[in-house]
């Protein structure tokens, strides 16, 4: 508890993302060790928070999610399976679509409802899913944490182990989900960003980022910012310095 405490104190967040922070995360991102056969699809579990104040950007999401297939289709693909909780104790997960119409189809389906976070679940699910199979990534797009932060570090830990990245994006400016992002993200050796509510565009750079990242690691990061510049190109120069 000390430790939040410390961290809430000693750190005010900025009413939007800055570029830094972007940068930062695709960054991290980029340098996440990835080995993977040619032609061989990622495998990416995007969970979300379901609960009744994440409406908005449910469909935030579900608008964007089609770009994570169109920017891989040229490199394998990807399968992406959809994670939620919402209401009272539901945790739910879908099968692994390769096509966007598919996961937009599960994703349209589903309606926020009150109830509390279950990002154990989340966390626990991906480790029985990838060993089955291994899983690539794991997204988290929330707002909040209201479990034990030291109990879910146990299990991310177990991720990181295992080789699972979590990339978290944080919506909102919830101190203490800041705090428990970042340690789920330094636990499996993934990453973290915060997001603004307003931020679609910023959130669009990054799934894009992940999907490069699920399907060829760095070198398709590489490769994506070659095409576009920007951003993607800055961070890319600074990683090979």
């Known amino acids: 508890m000390k430790d939040i405490q410390d961290f809430m104190s000693n750190n005010k967040l900025p009413a939007q993302s800055s570029n830094k ?4 995360f695709l960054s991290k991102v980029a340098s996440v060790p990835k080995k993977m056969a040619s032609g061989e699809r990622g495998r990416v579990i995007f969970a979300m928070d379901a609960t ?24 394998g693909g990807l399968e992406i399976q959809l994670a939620y909780f919402r ?9 692994w679509a390769t096509k966007s119409e598919n996961l937009l189809g599960l994703m349209t389906a589903v309606t926020c409802r009150a109830g509390e976070t279950q990002i154990k679940r989340v966390l626990r699910h991906a480790l029985t899913e990838t060993k089955n199979q291994h899983v690539d990534a794991l997204i988290f797009i929330g707002d909040s944490i209201e479990e034990d932060i030291d109990s879910l570090g146990a299990v991310a830990g177990e991720l990181g182990l295992l080789g699972v990245p979590t990339f978290c994006f944080q919506e909102g400016e919830n101190e203490v989900a800041e705090f428990g992002f970042r340690q789920i993200s330094k636990l499996t050796n993934g990453a973290y960003c915060r997001l603004d509510v307003n931020s679609a565009k910023t959130l669009r750079e990054l799934l894009r980022a992940v999907a490069n990242y699920a399907v060829g690691g760095r070198l398709a990061l590489e490769e994506m910012a070659k095409k576009e ?7 890319t120069k600074q990683l090979l310095k």
């Open 229 to 235: 510049g920007g951003t993607i190109l800055q961070i």
């Open 87 to 95: 209401g009272f104790g539901e945790f739910r997960a879908s099968s």
């Open 52 to 75: 009744a104040s994440r409406e908005s950007s449910w469909d935030r999401a579900s608008n964007l999610q089609g770009e994570m297939f169109q920017e891989t289709a040229s490199k």
């Open 21 to 24: 922070e972007v940068q930062e």
